[in-house]
């Protein structure tokens, strides 16, 4: 069952060695994530699964022990998510596979959030989520995440909008701030019905890599009867961020 969930932008320019000069135009959203982990913390979950949009690449199990690197941003930063090496029964998506494929970014920069926070809970695994994936898919993923211990939490990672301004990486779309203001709302009032009811395509056109990770928490929290708050929102680079704590 979920019992706390944690949603955080994921921009690799979240980690200080990636954002050089940049860096301190993100402390405010760095301090929110971190502060929405302590939720996560504090609920004393079983099994903490961190959940990320990508593309082809990256999608399903990612074992705890996984690693990531930040090296094709010129950083000599590597990451690994949770603690323990990985470990697994050989023939489904397992030990060698997850340990021969890199984390995707959206999970990297997770792993990076739980380092920076001294995670030392529950085990650790990662579910990479396709940006197109149903949101029947998704909530479906979301109900068997709930059912994998006794208690769940979720750190969801996933950006709004890119389309927020002209030097926006999606230039300017005037449905943009709109998109986002509803899901931040919907995020900080874990309001599952204004989740459930996101359409793709629409997020697809606004390069809103969230939709699908924000979706997978709906169906996981479905019965849950969890509260939300919402911790930072803002949109800079023209990027819609939010973090926001469940519990």
Request: hydrophobic content about 50%.
């Amino acid at each position: 069952m979920l019992v706390a969930a944690a949603v955080c932008p994921c921009p690799p320019l979240l980690v200080p060695e990636v954002a050089a000069g940049a860096a301190p135009e993100l402390d405010a959203a760095r301090t929110a994530c971190l502060d929405a982990l302590g939720v996560l913390a504090a609920a004393r979950p079983d099994l903490l699964v961190v959940v990320g949009p990508v593309g082809e690449e990256g999608r399903g199990r990612h074992l705890e022990g996984a690693a990531g690197s930040f090296r094709g941003f010129g950083v000599d930063l590597d990451v690994r998510l949770g603690t323990a090496p990985v470990t697994g029964p050989v023939g489904e998506e397992s030990a060698p596979d997850a340990a021969a494929r890199p984390l995707p970014f959206s999970l990297a920069v997770g792993a990076w959030l739980l380092d920076r926070a001294r995670w030392a809970g529950a085990p650790v695994e990662g579910l990479g989520v396709a940006e197109t994936l149903s949101g029947e898919r998704c909530a479906e993923a979301g109900r068997e995440l709930a059912a994998g211990a006794d208690r769940v939490a979720l750190l969801v990672m996933g950006d709004g909008s890119a389309c927020r301004t002209l030097k926006a990486p999606g230039y300017l779309d005037k449905r943009a701030a709109e998109f986002d203001a509803r899901t931040a709302a919907a995020l900080g009032a874990a309001d599952l019905a204004v989740l459930r009811a996101l359409g793709w395509p629409l997020a697809y056109e606004l390069k809103a890599s969230g939709r699908a990770p924000w979706q997978v928490l709906a169906g996981a929290a479905e019965g849950a009867g969890l509260g939300g708050r919402l911790l930072y929102e803002d949109a800079p680079y023209g990027v819609g961020y939010t973090v926001a704590a469940w519990s």
